[in-house]
């Protein structure tokens, strides 16, 4: 699919428009739909989140992925300023990024990104 034809063609990015690639030996996390590589292992900040596809990790960056739509979002935490997480490669969701939180205790999660466990793959397991 060209990048024209993808959805959301034209999403905030949170990589440089050349895809990036990471050298065999590092646990790393993948896209499940197309297998890119979206983040390092060594950026995991919290296993014990929950997205909407059920487990999610917090992780502090990612690679090879955009962002959707600035939205609002009513989460157990509260109402969060989110942008979906989108592969930069195949367009699939992963997951968002939480660009604004609403109280003092949750700024830990500010431009951090959830990954949903059912959307990635972690190889190189640690």
């Known amino acids: 699919m060209s990048k024209s034809n993808r959805p959301n063609a034209n999403p905030q990015t949170c990589s440089t428009k050349d895809l990036h690639y990471i050298t065999s030996d590092k646990p790393v996390f993948s896209c499940k ?10 950026e995991l900040c919290s296993k014990g989140f929950t997205g909407g596809s059920g487990r999610a990790f917090l992780i502090n960056s990612t690679i090879n992925t955009n962002l959707g739509k600035k939205e609002e979002r009513k989460l157990i935490t509260g109402t969060h300023t989110c942008a979906d997480l989108l592969c930069a490669s195949c367009g699939s969701s992963l997951g968002w990024k939480y660009l604004k939180t609403p109280s003092d205790d949750q700024k830990y999660k500010e431009n951090r990104f959830i990954l949903e466990q059912a959307k990635i793959v972690k190889e190189n397991n640690w």
Not at 33 to 42: K, P, T, W, Y
């Open 33 to 42: 739909n197309c297998s890119i590589v979206i983040g390092l292992q060594d």
